[in-house]
């Protein structure tokens, strides 16, 4: 018995006696061999548990499910819990997923639990692909919650996305726990999970390696916990990157608490476009941090600006104010481990640091502030800017 299948057995005990009706995907023409299409069986088992008037249960058991694009559409009539056994797999043309921004989307879902088990997106020829060539298709994320509210995901492995691994978009009250995203850190736009327009997002107890952000936040995002969550590789816990457009919904009350970062390009990262915008970020904790070896541990960059494309000569209309960054301690990779480089028009207010101590080769690490403005106490980074 694999260590998953031991691990999600006693969900199963305490699920499957709640759902008063069970989908089985192979009754409904669903092969676990990795190789038959089984998109339309699990859509005509979804079909099934979205018009129960029953709490229902879908269940995909052992094996692997060829899975190609496909939507879960709701609302449905009642409660539904997806338990995964088995590993849904994507075609290995990737184009056949790569030309759809999603691969598997679950739509206006309410009061749904997604438990356990793996996908795998079989990514690396995408990547090749936009390596080598500019002709390449847009690329899948390859779990997206739209439009939803009440929703658990819990226990799911994700490796080898095209893109992001989990995107959450406009959705209220999200749970996502004890998750593993796995990526090599070369892939390029593999972030862990993203979250746009939503409110309520609670991350824990999850191990995310990516070629990409570990978690991005997005415009729009509003009392976010992220808990005991380990990143690397990866670029970070990122808020960002803001200021795409000139209307903007704002980034506030986010709490980053109890991480670990290992190997990352960074830890704690708030990024804005160099150009006008009216968005913010505001409200937002980091506590009780530990970096190993990361490039920045600490960033606020409202310079950026790819390629000086759309935005040189600019400066980042976001408002950055109220920022705690709380027992940080651990190892820069770089000499300088706290760099605040604030839009000029724009500058940081509030920023806060309190006994962060973090070391370059063995000794105090320094750091750099430009346009910010706050307070400091017990800190063992040299420089002392704010």
Not at 32 to 40: A, L, V, W
Not at 192 to 218: K, Q, R
Request: net charge positive.
């Amino acid at each position: 018995m694999s260590k998953n299948i031991a691990y999600l057995l006693p969900l199963l005990l305490i699920i499957l006696p709640s759902a008063n009706a069970v989908y089985n995907v192979l009754k409904y023409g669903a092969k676990p061999d990795g190789i038959t299409d089984s998109t339309k069986p699990f859509l005509n088992a979804w079909d099934s548990a979205c018009r129960s008037v029953k709490p229902a249960q879908i269940y995909v058991p052992r094996g692997r499910y060829l899975l190609k694009v496909v939507v879960f559409n709701g609302p449905c009539r009642n409660k539904i819990v997806f338990t995964i056994i088995g590993t849904l797999v994507a075609p290995l043309d990737y184009q056949v997923i790569g030309s759809s921004p999603h691969w598997i989307l679950f739509n206006e879902v309410v009061e749904f639990s997604l438990y356990g088990g793996a996908i795998d997106a079989r990514g690396a020829a995408f990547w090749a692909c936009k390596t080598i060539h500019k002709s390449c298709p847009q690329g899948a994320r390859s779990l997206k919650f739209n439009s939803g509210r009440n929703i658990v995901i819990s226990g799911l492995k994700s490796i080898n996305s095209q893109m992001a691994h989990i995107v959450i978009n406009a959705c209220n009250n999200v749970m996502v726990r004890r998750v593993t995203l796995i990526a090599p850190d070369q892939s390029p736009n593999t972030d862990g999970i993203h979250m746009e327009a939503s409110t309520g997002v609670t991350i824990t107890g999850s191990s995310i390696g990516t070629g990409d952000d570990c978690i991005s936040i997005g415009p729009g995002s509003r009392n976010v916990l992220i808990d005991k969550v380990r990143c690397g590789p990866g670029h970070g816990i990122s808020i960002g990157s803001l200021a795409k457009t000139l209307k903007e919904e704002g980034v506030q009350g986010v709490i980053v608490k109890n991480a670990v970062f290992t190997g990352s390009q960074n830890g704690l990262r708030i990024k804005s476009w160099a150009r006008a915008s009216n968005g913010f970020v505001r409200g937002v904790v980091y506590q009780n941090i530990v970096m190993n070896n990361v490039k920045n541990p600490i960033i606020i960059d409202q310079r950026y600006c790819p390629s000086n494309s759309g935005c040189p000569n600019q400066h980042s209309g976001i408002k950055i104010s109220d920022v705690t960054y709380q027992n940080i301690r651990g190892t820069s990779a770089t000499p300088l481990a706290v760099n605040f480089h604030c839009s000029k028009t724009n500058p940081c207010s509030g920023i806060k640091l309190l006994n962060v101590k973090l070391t370059y080769q063995s000794r105090p690490a320094q750091s750099s502030c430009v346009n910010a403005a706050g307070t400091s106490s017990g800190v063992g980074v040299t420089g002392g800017c704010l």
